[in-house]
């Protein structure tokens, strides 16, 4: 009783020291925020609004590959992607200096390829450094040249009659009036029937990347704030976690040991009293981006449990890292050391999503990154909660019991190292 | 109370703590007087647990503090040399927390927190924070977070370094008062002043070691009825046998001192021995616990 109550009064004069430092939160809360904010801006627009460059180039110049590339200039995809005629050079120059998502290119022939009922292909360039934007592309494409092929069954007749005067290049007035009246009677027959589904799968499948089930309009901005939140969590579990080391310094650890209640409730009072300060921070900004990217708040329970369990993970590991070391000097070195690749390899300053796949891999290993990858995948994807959170979880508590008991025996040979 | 048994610690090859024995009874002031690095913290950090004794056991109230530290540890105050308080706090919240260390809490905390304060007189500075106060009232605060629990046993490490006339004064009616009230009192300084006024009883250490022990007085008669006497200038080409009647303690280049009775008297004497200006300075002490320590080891307590 009495050695729980001390673990409370030492995480409450954490907390105490930490707001009436009051700085160290400022920075916690603020660095994550202005970075979502100019990341956002650097992205695209101020909403922070997902938008891409595709680049098309059409060596083929049919009204096939017409239909496919026009598809990207209508409807909800010109509102993402800004689409430019390219020529081969220029192209291949663009996608070099990765200054555009994606880049199809449609050979000659694909058209009559296409109408012959023939295999065929679009070649598409996808920017390594981007993931969301070339695999919308790409989704994109797929529903067209679906289309495209419905459009084959359906017109099967007239593209036969098209087929020899396109050979040819001999235009027979009467057919080609012929077929554009029977392809417009087509038309008008199937309007009702197939145009408007038509259209609606390729707007509802551009709607299925771009929104979650949930109707979360996915934007740069969305897809940085869980690791915002992670950024703001490992600034401030690397302050707390050399916190300790301050009260090697300080003289209180030492004496402590020399007290009945000791350093075990020390420990867990620390412990105490970063969840409490996650608990703040999380709190804070978890409702601020809830807000701002209209969030469902029937998930802010799971995200802010989430984000602090995330955060005791990451703490504990930057204790453990600390205690290890020889020196305080030493120790504030190496949490230093650490933090900056866990925020840029765990998706804090980018999102896993516009890395390449081989860093995200790496990210994924990392404890912030998997945490955040499982958040992710629930909150934003939309994937089951057991799904996307299990292993996440499972491995997060089985390195919150190791490096806890770890913990409280390095602290003890804090003593001899002061 | 308090029992250290042959107890040494060594850093390496080095031997800071050697064979180190003695107990303080309850009402007792134990002194361990030394200069610095004589191992006076290395024994009191033995004593407290911090450190682990290379050889020699010590108890606390009959519990070891190695075998039963939890038990050792209840009726134990310990005062370090360096402040150990949270400067970021104030005096309240400080004291709160290591009451709680020690198993105190609620409406008895918070009256021995009033208590203490009054007895280390910062009951006016309780809701400032540390880092506003003076080096003195830090040590007040740092000797007041120890004595809460009201230990059997208190530790006191040099716990008036840097600390002003008054602030001292606190310091050391504070102590006194624990005496009274029957706590076993450890008290090591290089004060020699200190140590007269408060010990019962003492121990003396160089180099590790207890050179001498026993009450103040036991170590005065040591001395016998002698004064100190500390002659400098040049002696180089002087004879060793000018002074031979007396006890010789330390013959140097530039300084020498022996031991003479009555040597007021008997000053004027001994100078007219030596060739005029040969010596540029003269000190007399009275026998007291600096002049041992100086006939024990050849060096003064502070240097
Ligand atoms: N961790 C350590 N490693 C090596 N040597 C040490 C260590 N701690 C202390 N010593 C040495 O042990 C000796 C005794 O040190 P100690 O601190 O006990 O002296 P002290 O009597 O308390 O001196 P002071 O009056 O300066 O406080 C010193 O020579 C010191 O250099
Ligand atoms: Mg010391």
Not at chain 2, 77 to 88: F, K, N, R, S, T
């Amino acid at each position: 009783m009495a050695r729980s109550k001390m673990s409370f009064t030492v995480a409450s004069l954490r907390i105490k020291r930490v707001i009436r430092e009051r700085w160290g939160l400022i920075s916690w809360l603020a660095i994550p925020m202005i970075i979502v904010f100019l990341m956002s801006l650097l992205a695209g627009t101020g909403s922070g609004k997902l938008t891409g460059r595709l680049l098309v180039t059409d060596l083929d110049d049919s009204m096939v590959s017409q239909f496919i590339t026009g598809g990207f200039a209508q409807g909800p995809l010109a509102e993402i992607f800004t689409t430019k005629q390219v020529s081969l050079d220029e192209g291949k120059r663009l996608m070099d200096a990765g200054e555009a998502s994606a880049w199809i290119t449609i050979d000659n022939g694909f058209g009559e390829a296409f109408l012959s009922n023939e295999p065929t292909d679009l070649k598409l360039v996808k920017n390594p450094a981007q993931r969301i934007l070339p695999q919308l592309v790409e989704t994109s494409m797929q529903l067209l040249v679906d289309a495209a092929t419905y459009i084959q069954i359906v017109f099967e007749k007239e593209f036969n009659v098209l087929k020899p005067m396109l050979e040819q290049q001999k235009f027979n007035d009467a057919d080609l009036v012929a077929l554009t009246l029977g392809i417009k009677q087509q038309i008008e027959n199937l309007e009702e029937t197939i145009f408007p589904p038509q259209l609606k799968v390729v707007e509802k499948a551009v709607e299925e990347v771009v929104e979650d089930g949930d109707g979360i309009p996915l934007t740069f901005g969305l897809l940085m704030f869980p690791g915002a939140i992670f950024m703001a969590l490992i600034f401030a579990g690397n302050s707390l976690a050399i916190a300790i080391w301050d009260d090697a310094k300080n003289g209180v650890i030492p004496r402590l040991s020399a007290a009945p209640s000791g350093l075990n409730d020390y420990f867990n009072g620390q412990v105490f009293g970063a969840v409490a300060i996650f608990t703040l921070i999380v709190s804070v900004l978890g409702v601020l981006g809830a807000w701002y990217f209209a969030l469902p708040w029937a998930k802010m329970p799971v995200v802010i449990l989430w984000l602090v369990f995330s955060g005791l993970v990451i703490y504990l590991l930057f204790v453990t890292l600390a205690l290890m070391m020889p020196s305080m000097k030493v120790a504030n070195i190496i949490v230093n050391a650490t933090t900056f690749p866990l925020l840029m390899l765990g998706g804090s300053f980018f999102p896993m999503e516009s890395m390449p796949d081989w860093l995200a891999a790496i990210g994924n290993f990392l404890p912030n990154g998997f945490l955040l990858t499982g958040l992710k995948d629930w909150l934003i994807r939309g994937e089951g909660m057991v799904v996307a959170m299990t292993v996440p979880l499972v491995l997060g508590l089985a390195m919150l019991l190791v490096l806890w008991l770890f913990d409280r025996q390095l602290i003890k040979k804090l003593i001899h190292k002061v | 109370m308090i029992k250290i048994q042959s107890l040494s610690k060594n850093y390496g090859d080095f031997t800071a703590a050697e064979d180190i024995s003695f107990e303080v009874q309850a009402g007792e002031i134990f002194g361990l007087l030394g200069p610095n690095g004589a191992g006076k913290s290395t024994t009191i950090n033995c004593i407290s647990g911090l450190l682990k004794p290379t050889v020699g056991e010590v108890f606390i109230n009959n519990h070891s503090v190695m075998g039963e530290p939890i038990q050792a540890k209840t009726s134990l105050g310990l005062v370090p040399q360096d402040l150990a308080i949270y400067e970021d706090l104030n005096a309240l919240e400080n004291l709160n927390f290591w009451g709680q260390a020690y198993g105190l809490s609620g409406a008895e905390l918070q009256q021995r927190i009033t208590e203490v304060l009054q007895q280390v007189g910062l009951e006016s500075r309780a809701k400032d924070l540390v880092s506003t106060y003076s080096g003195g009232m830090k040590r007040r605060l740092n000797f007041a977070c120890a004595i809460l629990h009201k230990p059997q046993a208190l530790l006191l490490d040099e716990p008036t370094v840097g600390v002003d006339p008054q602030s001292r004064e606190h310091l050391l009616n504070a102590v006194e008062a624990l005496k009274t009230q029957g706590t076993a009192v450890l008290y090591t300084t290089h004060y020699m002043e200190e140590a007269e006024r408060l010990c019962d009883r003492l121990a003396i250490v160089d180099h590790g070691k207890i050179i001498a022990q026993g009450t103040v007085d036991e170590l005065r008669s040591q001395l016998g009825e002698k004064d100190l006497i500390t002659l400098q200038g040049d002696f180089s080409l002087t004879d060793e046998a000018v002074i031979a009647e007396f006890e010789l303690i330390e013959w140097q280049d530039n300084s020498i001192r022996f031991m003479a009775e009555n040597a007021a008297a008997q000053l004027s004497d001994i100078l007219a021995r030596f060739e005029a200006d040969q010596v540029k300075q003269t000190a007399v002490q009275q026998a007291n616990l600096e002049s041992l320590f100086i006939k024990l080891t050849g060096r003064e307590l502070r240097d």
